[in-house]
């Protein structure tokens, strides 16, 4: 099994060297293309979710390319991407040169710290971004980034609306928030703590637990101490799954856990085991279990180009939404050049992003609508749950609460 992961990961490095080495506006052999950058973790910290991710863009790339003989009339999307392990300076040097060298007209980013690190080169370049982060930071005030769904702020929000609808008791609920020392961590700080006051949760405790960090005895400790009703954990799985077995531990029995999409999903239940059953996520994509076309699509995919893999986790599906929303900005910037890829460039792409509306992702996300003051796409989450090991939908959609005037206005 670790051959097998280990041969995948050195594969999936080879192909993207091979890729980077290649890619100009021409194929080399007459085909006509257009340059898409990407920025994947296969081998850093965030690398249990980040393969899922990766596969998902690929795999719906090369789906265009293969079965669609790409956009437009046979304009092919040549993906150049890297892995740039979670590092902040990699990605900057691996943006220098998508935009110097390769001269791509959007990127498809990672991480929060990287894609924050970047937000006013690709304001100054006009290169549209969209990434695996959805920090409310990227898109209020909404520039060049774009996210196919709410943001972690919405996120945190949601989840806490959905425990004080739901609390039956006099007093409010006592919340504890779990994160780890990045920008991805610490992005649902600012929104918690002030809508916890802003709908009488008492929020108790904030622990930090590394991404990858295997126990955190004093953190959950000192959680249980402050006697929280519900802890949310802004982490990937296995800091995650580290909380989980701590808090069985301990007898943290009568508390609920909950967390972030990144950290939410049947490989959970693997990692943590019974400590996993009631776990309760933000899942604002469809997952494995859905039924639906979006689900279908993404079976299909899998199966044709990994027939070993019998499993995704909801970042497949984002992986997809990602290159779907992206791809279609590019159809439309082709359309309004007049077919000829040599004409299309970030600005023309930012143009047809802007102007999706209602944009099927086939149900693997709620609609899709961006405008000029609004880039975050979907507007719904909803709530998953393990039960007896499994990834099932807890709740339906549900709306984001409203964005404050002061994150808007990126305060």
């Given at each position: 099994m670790l051959l097998k992961k280990m041969f995948k990961i050195i594969q999936f490095f080879l192909v993207g060297t091979m890729i980077l080495a290649c890619g100009k506006s021409d194929s080399g052999n007459g085909e006509k293309q257009?340059?898409?950058?990407?920025?994947?973790?296969?081998?850093?910290?965030?690398?249990?979710?980040?393969?899922?991710?990766?596969?998902?863009?690929?795999?719906?790339?090369?789906y265009v390319n293969e079965k669609k003989g790409g956009i437009g009339d046979g304009v092919k999307i040549n993906l150049i991407w890297?892995?740039?392990?979670?590092?902040?300076?990699?990605?900057?040097?691996?943006?220098?040169?998508?935009?110097?060298?390769?001269?791509?007209?959007?990127?498809?980013?990672w991480g929060t710290g990287?894609?924050?690190?970047?937000?006013s080169k690709i304001i100054k370049d006009q290169i549209p971004f969209t990434s695996g982060s959805f920090s409310q930071h990227l898109v209020w005030p909404p520039k060049w980034n774009f996210l196919p769904i709410t943001t972690y702020a919405d996120h945190v929000r949601i989840v806490m609306k959905y425990f004080r609808d739901n609390w039956q008791e006099a007093r409010n609920p006592r919340m504890a928030l779990v994160y780890n020392d990045s920008g991805y961590g610490k992005a649902v700080l600012k929104p918690a703590r002030e809508y916890a006051k802003e709908i009488g949760i008492d929020l108790v405790a904030e622990e930090v637990v590394g991404l990858r960090d295997l126990e955190a005895t004093s953190q959950m400790l000192r959680i249980k101490e402050k006697k929280a009703d519900f802890v949310y954990m802004q982490e990937?799985?296995?800091?995650?799954?580290?909380?989980?077995?701590?808090?069985?531990?301990?007898?943290?029995?009568?508390?609920?856990?909950?967390?972030?999409?990144?950290?939410?999903?049947?490989?959970?239940?693997?990692?943590?085991g019974e400590a996993a059953e009631g776990y309760l996520g933000i899942m604002p994509f469809a997952i494995w279990t859905d039924e639906g076309e979006g689900v279908e699509f993404a079976k299909m995919?899998?199966?044709?180009?990994?027939?070993?893999?019998?499993y995704r986790e909801g970042q497949y599906m984002t992986g997809i939404v990602n290159a779907m929303m992206i791809l279609r900005g590019i159809e439309i910037a082709l359309e309004n050049a007049g077919g000829d890829p040599a004409k299309v460039?970030?600005?023309?792409?930012?143009?047809?992003?802007?102007?999706?509306?209602?944009?099927?992702?086939?149900?693997?996300?709620s609609p899709i609508s961006f405008s000029a003051s609004e880039h975050r796409g979907a507007k719904k989450g909803r709530l998953v749950t393990i039960k007896n090991g499994q990834l099932i939908a807890a709740t339906g959609w549900l709306d984001a609460p409203p964005v404050p005037q002061a994150e808007m206005r990126g305060e």
């Open positions: 257009i340059n898409v950058g990407a920025l994947f973790d296969l081998t850093g910290p965030t690398s249990d979710v980040g393969w899922h991710y990766t596969d998902g863009i690929r795999d719906y790339i090369q890297t892995d740039y392990q979670y590092k902040i300076p990699q990605a900057i040097s691996a943006y220098s040169k998508f935009v110097k060298q390769d001269k791509v007209v959007a990127i498809i980013g990287d894609t924050e690190a970047l937000k990937t799985y296995t800091a995650t799954s580290t909380v989980l077995k701590e808090a069985k531990k301990h007898g943290m029995t009568g508390v609920t856990f909950t967390g972030n999409y990144w950290g939410t999903g049947q490989k959970l239940a693997e990692l943590a995919l899998n199966t044709k180009y990994h027939p070993d893999v019998e460039a970030g600005a023309n792409v930012f143009k047809g992003l802007e102007s999706l509306k209602e944009f099927d992702t086939l149900g693997m996300t």
